[in-house]
């Protein structure tokens, strides 16, 4: 199983990026699939997730309404919408996915399969 992140790069605040990540031996229709971020010296965090069952989904307080996850079953693949970024979006983006449950969606242990992370950089 391997995860495949991409799509970061260096944008103005006040910008938008898209994030892509696709997946190889793993198909995400059958997991719930899920954004974290980084940032340097800080603990990775939740950013949004897209749940396996009923397409419900959940987005951390700082980011909703901001960002969009969505899944695109026929390419395999999951993306992140963000708009209106901050620079307090700056932080290394990685995508995951498992087989959680509800009360470990917003938790790192809840997802077996990573990926390598791609990079994100608000300017001010």
């Known amino acids: 199983v391997q995860l495949q992140a991409s799509g970061g790069g260096l944008v103005q605040a006040g910008g938008s990026l898209r994030l892509s990540c696709t997946a190889s031996g793993l198909s995400f229709s059958s997991y719930t699939v899920a954004w974290f971020r980084q940032a340097p010296g800080q603990e990775r965090e939740f950013v949004a997730a897209f749940r396996r069952n009923g397409g419900f989904t959940y987005y951390a307080g700082s980011v909703e309404s901001r960002f969009t996850i969505s899944r695109d079953n026929a390419r395999n693949t999951v993306l992140l919408q963000m708009n209106s970024l901050k620079p307090e979006d700056t932080a290394v983006y990685y995508c995951?996915?498992?087989?959680?449950?509800?009360?470990?969606?917003?938790?790192?242990?809840?997802?077996?399969?990573w990926g390598q992370g791609t990079l994100v950089t608000v300017s001010s």
């Open positions: 995951a996915a498992g087989n959680t449950i509800l009360s470990s969606i917003r938790t790192s242990r809840g997802y077996a399969h």
